[in-house]
């Protein structure tokens, strides 16, 4: 998907994979609202009847907002995160329920209100305890910056092993860290700087309580601060 702007054709730009299968049950680890970003969660009921989807909002703090939605049959309703009150300016993650099968989501475009670009990534049907990502940057002439984003959707706490994969030379000691029950848990360039300018990720649930895991990597073009930004799911090992 494509849109123009700032005087530039398709400035905007982004792809998701389609899912093999539609689900009662999805996850989404990234989500921001906060400083520039506006998110959406997209809702696809592709049945013949309407379904009602829960949808479960995890705070960094642990503290959770639920919202119901009613999806009419063969449409697809649209959640701007923004406006739901209590998450205008917060990490958030995201656990969905439907009655039936539906396909779910997640956009993000900035800055807010006069967005140059976006990024997309469809959610996943079940949480694990091993993840991998492949890409990650920081640093170099663009100053890249890569997040990678943890939901722990359940009622205990995960304890997280992150080690950097790096594209030259030795990899740092694995870190270890603690996610709250029912919350998200970011990673930023301060905590992933170990791993050089080009690395990969492997996330591992010590305590086998499972997760989500998203990556989300921006950088600088065009004299403008984020002109340019990437997001994927992890790939769950098991």
């Known amino acids: 998907m494509y849109q123009s702007a700032r005087n530039r054709f398709w400035k905007i730009g982004h792809a998701?994979?389609?899912?093999?299968?539609?689900?009662?049950?999805w996850f989404v680890a990234e989500g921001c609202t906060a400083w520039m970003f506006d998110e959406y969660l997209?809702?696809?009921?592709?049945?013949?009847q309407a379904t009602m989807a829960q949808i479960r909002f995890l705070l960094p703090s642990g503290q959770s907002i639920e919202r119901s939605h009613v999806l009419t049959a063969n449409s697809r309703t649209?959640?701007?995160v923004d406006g739901v009150p209590g998450l205008s300016s917060?990490?958030?993650?995201?656990?969905?329920?439907?009655?039936?099968?539906?396909?779910?989501e997640r956009s993000m475009y900035w800055p807010a209100g006069a967005w140059h670009e976006g990024h997309a990534s469809a959610g996943v049907t079940r949480a694990g305890v091993k993840w991998a990502l492949a890409e990650g940057e920081n640093g170099g002439p663009s100053g890249h910056e890569s997040y990678v984003l943890v939901a722990n959707p359940g009622d205990s706490a995960a304890t997280i092993r992150v080690t950097l994969l790096p594209a030259e030379g030795t990899a740092a000691a694995p870190k270890l860290y603690t996610v709250s029950p029912r919350s998200r848990f970011t990673l930023g360039p301060r905590e992933l700087?170990?791993?050089?300018?080009?690395f990969g990720v492997l996330v591992e649930s010590v305590n086998e309580a499972p997760i989500v895991v998203e990556r989300s990597m921006y950088w600088n073009?065009?004299?403008t601060l984020w002109s340019a930004?990437?997001?994927?799911t992890g790939v769950r090992l098991r």
Not at 42 to 48: G, T
Not at 193 to 198: I, L, T, V
């Open 229 to 232: 930004g990437t997001n994927e």
């Open 90 to 104: 917060s990490d958030v993650s995201a656990a969905i329920t439907a009655d039936l099968p539906i396909v779910v």
């Open 16 to 25: 998701a994979a389609g899912v093999e299968a539609p689900s009662t049950s």
């Open 78 to 80: 649209t959640v701007w």
């Open 221 to 223: 073009a065009l004299n």
């Open 193 to 198: 700087a170990d791993g050089g300018r080009q």
């Open 42 to 48: 997209l809702l696809a009921n592709p049945n013949a």
